[in-house]
């Protein structure tokens, strides 16, 4: 497996995404700053200006994405006054609006969240992964992803009725079945949209980073090995690190520079160079 030299980029995501050319990103897996959080290192971003604040950068995203691409989104609905926030149903719909395609919402369930009760809910135990596609013919690699069937099989299948062997039409009427004999000698099948993951990281440097075990399944699902995957909000380096070990060409982006060097100073602890580059930096090179 070939690897490649990740490209880090300094600044504003908005700003150096220009620097990216059109249609040259097979993915993005990204988790921005959500409304109000971050504020100690991002300053936070009110529910109400979020739409607004994220539009030029989706934008810039919907630009570089190649039409078979896929954008997958990590967000999550804060409360807000009592109530869960919209920002981020009003977020798809600005998205929508903007050209791109809602094509799917996944879970990701996280096993391992802390406990917690409050008057009027119970701790946070999933957030939202959506995919926004620019074409409905995309790029999608689903053998990548299938799971073991299970051991409900050994006994389900070891003694089939004849009913099991043909298809048994629903006796409700609704026109939907089953033909169990179908799983016979099968030991993988597809995934749900549910991914149950740990929340445990190998960087406790950032305050929001995901598991690699998250941008590793839908660069299984979405890529093949050499293309593009893109980060806009890179963080603590997460999705660059995955890229490289599954041998994609990783694209980072990050507005504060001590996570910048950060996520360099790890990649050269591994023996593999990044191509970093700051805008400020760039808009020298161009003068």
Request: glycine share 6%; net charge negative; aromatic share 12%.
């Amino acid at each position: 497996m070939m690897h490649f030299s990740p490209i880090m980029i300094e600044g504003d995501a908005r700003e150096c995404l220009r620097q990216l050319e059109d249609n040259s990103v097979d993915l993005i897996v990204t988790s921005p700053p959500y409304a109000d959080q971050r504020k100690t290192t991002y300053g936070g971003i009110s529910p109400d200006e979020y739409v607004e604040w994220f539009l030029p950068i989706s934008a810039e995203l919907l630009r570089v994405l190649k039409p078979t691409g896929t954008f997958i989104l990590n967000i999550k609905e804060k409360v807000v006054e009592g109530e869960r926030s919209t920002y981020v149903m009003e977020l798809i719909m600005a998205l929508r609006a903007q050209g791109w395609l809602w094509t799917e919402e996944f879970i990701w369930h996280k096993k391992n969240s802390f406990p917690g009760k409050w008057p009027n809910r119970f701790r946070d135990a999933w957030e939202r992964l959506l995919q926004f596609n620019k074409t409905k013919k995309f790029s999608m690699y689903q053998e990548a992803v299938m799971v073991p069937v299970g051991d409900w099989a050994k006994s389900r299948l070891k003694n089939l009725s004849e009913t099991d062997k043909v298809r048994d039409n629903s006796k409700v009427g609704s026109g939907f079945g089953k033909n169990v004999s179908n799983w016979l000698g099968r030991d993988k099948a597809f995934p749900t949209n549910v991914l149950h993951l740990a929340t445990e990281c190998n960087n406790k440097n950032h305050s929001a980073a995901f598991p690699e075990e998250l941008p590793e399944w839908f660069m299984k699902l979405f890529t093949e090995q050499g293309d593009t995957v893109l980060d806009p909000f890179m963080g603590s380096g997460t999705t660059l690190t995955v890229a490289h070990r599954m041998g994609r060409k990783g694209v980072g982006i990050e507005l504060l520079p001590e996570y910048f060097a950060l996520v360099q100073e790890q990649f050269s602890h591994k023996g593999s160079p990044t191509q970093a580059l700051s805008l400020f930096e760039e808009e020298i090179m161009q003068a």
